[in-house]
């Protein structure tokens, strides 16, 4: 048999690490192990009833042909309609994108902008797949570290410094996977003000987790805060995080008219459309009741809440108050360099995850996977139960480190 050669944009790219590390978990389960997974970036609820129940009636009414490219008119109408009630902006059809998933959406407007070189800035620590989204469209990451004492958030400053001729996004996550961080509207009225400057540039703004918010008031956005950009940013949101619709697979964006034109041209090539029946039950979720979104917030408070107080008792770790989604990034340069009992110096947070799942049977995210080390990305979708279990089997691991 011939020797199987990718094409060169699969071998410029790695494979997600919060997905590597879900298969991980689930081997080691297979093998009888008991682990206590602390990975997993999706809720731990199930999707609310009525969801549910829309689905079903939709293909009981049928509804389970192609749709059309830009989704049903049920599904357009309640983004629409989201759109302006969460950002008070209107949009109309023309200017919004389906797909299935905000990962989807993402991959097909890079494949839709970049050409090679073309560059895309990427904060750091920043969600796993952005770099490599990039990389498999003939981009550039261009990554720009935002550390702790930023709040992981990028600056006016450091932002002026990574933008070039060849920049064509950036990318702005709030709240933000992996830290939870959250922009105010001062912060993003900062770098609006830089972005004034930079005509060329459009923001891609993934808002995946703006139903995730422990703030009090409103979250802020990009277009809200500065409208006079709304022609040059794509506004990328979900169903997946909000409701509990991982599986589903359904995603949109709103951005300019030719964008989401050359967006849904791709599209109309690569899936024609998203499920139907996913469609009616986003539809669903949307412009259903909205009392899941507020209960599971406030269960993941208390589990947040829980699991930084925790954390920031265990000598060695520490871990600032993460603002929204359902992540906390933990600091370990207090564990980096010490040894195990069996004599294994811990070099790298890559190092310690691994001692985790190994002495503690804990899984947790490296933090060199999200592009700023030493620390680990814990997900606090999972029951308060795990959470304790799991941070105490830490605290256990890190003290018989010498
Ligand atoms: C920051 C961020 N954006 C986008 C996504 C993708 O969401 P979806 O399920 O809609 O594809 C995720 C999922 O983990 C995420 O963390």
Known sequence: MPKFEPASRVSRIKSSASVAAAARVRELKAEGRRILDLTVGEPDFDTPEHIKAAAIEAITRGETKYTSVTG???LQQAILQTLELRTGIHYTPAEITIGGGAKQVIFTAFMATLDAGDEVVVPAPYWVSYPDMVLANEGTPVIVACGEETGFKLTPGALAGALTERTKWVILNTPSNPTGAVYSPAELR??????AGFPHVQILTDEIYDQIYFGTGKLS????VAPELKDRILAVNGVSKAYAMTGWRLGYAAGPAPLIAAINKLQSQISSCPSSVSQAAAAAALTGSQRFVQESLETYRGRRDAAVAALNAVDGLSCTTPEGAFYAYVNCAGVIGKTTTEGQVIATD?????????AASV???QGSAYGLGPYFRISYATSLDVIDESIAAIDKAVRALN
């Open 72 to 74: 049903t008119p049920a």
């Open 190 to 195: 900062a770098l609006a003000d830089v972005l």
């Open 221 to 224: 956005n990009l277009v809200e």
């Open 350 to 358: 890559e190092d310690f995850t691994l001692y985790l799942l190994e």
């Open 363 to 365: 899984a947790v995210i």
